[in-house]
């Protein structure tokens, strides 16, 4: 109780506290809460941890960075990191690079973000076209049935 209050008005306590009150769940989650940078110190397993992954990237999205493989692969996560800054799409597990859900996030916001699609996603109307509206050079780096696409190439020469 003592160290959760503690680490709930200064998360920098965390570093003072038992190792027992370090690899606490409750207290590494009020600490991350408060300070999503304190996701970087919080063990492997609660790294990736859903509820910990969550509570650090909606507070700061480069905490995705930090992520364990299993939230970098989650689709609720990778969403709340891209959604904020599209640039964590790179680091991104392959299958959510491949989701056209997190790509469309991620290149409706940063079109650039379209490199690191999945072979699915470049080839994907939605996510080609969310792309291109936003800078047309894009439409080059398409795969060759979205540069066949009449929509995808209209949206590149509009935008042009």
Same mark, same amino acid.
């Given at each position: 109780?003592?160290?959760?209050?503690?680490?709930?008005?200064?998360?920098?306590?965390?570093?003072?506290?038992?190792?027992?009150?370090?690899?606490?769940? +409750? &207290?590494?989650?009020?600490?991350?809460?408060? =300070?999503?940078?304190?996701?970087?110190?919080?063990?492997?397993?609660?790294? #990736?941890?859903?509820?910990?992954?969550?509570?650090? &990237?909606?507070?700061?999205?480069?905490?995705?960075?930090?992520?364990?493989?299993?939230?970098? #692969?989650? *689709?609720?996560?990778?969403?709340?990191?891209?959604? *904020? #800054?599209?640039?964590?799409?790179?680091?991104?597990?392959?299958?959510?690079? =491949?989701?056209?859900?997190?790509?469309?996030?991620?290149?409706? *916001?940063?079109?650039?973000?379209?490199?690191?699609?999945?072979?699915?996603?470049? #080839?994907? *109307?939605?996510?080609?076209?969310?792309?291109?509206?936003?800078?047309?050079?894009?439409?080059?780096?398409?795969?060759?049935?979205?540069? =066949?696409?009449? +929509? &995808?190439?209209?949206?590149? &020469?509009?935008?042009?």
């Amino acid at each position: 109780e003592v160290a959760l209050a503690a680490v709930r008005k200064d998360p920098r306590i965390f570093f003072h506290a038992a190792p027992t009150m370090q690899d606490n769940e +409750e &207290v590494m989650l009020a600490a991350v809460r408060n =300070d999503p940078k304190m996701f970087f110190h919080a063990a492997p397993e609660m790294q #990736d941890n859903k509820e910990f992954a969550l509570a650090a &990237v909606r507070n700061d999205p480069k905490m995705f960075f930090h992520a364990g493989p299993t939230m970098r #692969d989650n *689709k609720e996560v990778a969403l709340a990191a891209v959604s *904020k #800054d599209p640039k964590m799409f790179f680091h991104a597990a392959p299958e959510m690079q =491949d989701n056209e859900e997190v790509a469309l996030a991620a290149v409706s *916001k940063d079109p650039k973000m379209f490199f690191h699609a999945g072979p699915t996603m470049r #080839d994907n *109307k939605e996510v080609a076209l969310a792309a291109v509206r936003k800078d047309p050079r894009i439409f080059f780096h398409a795969a060759p049935t979205m540069q =066949d696409n009449e +929509e &995808v190439m209209l949206a590149a &020469v509009r935008n042009d």
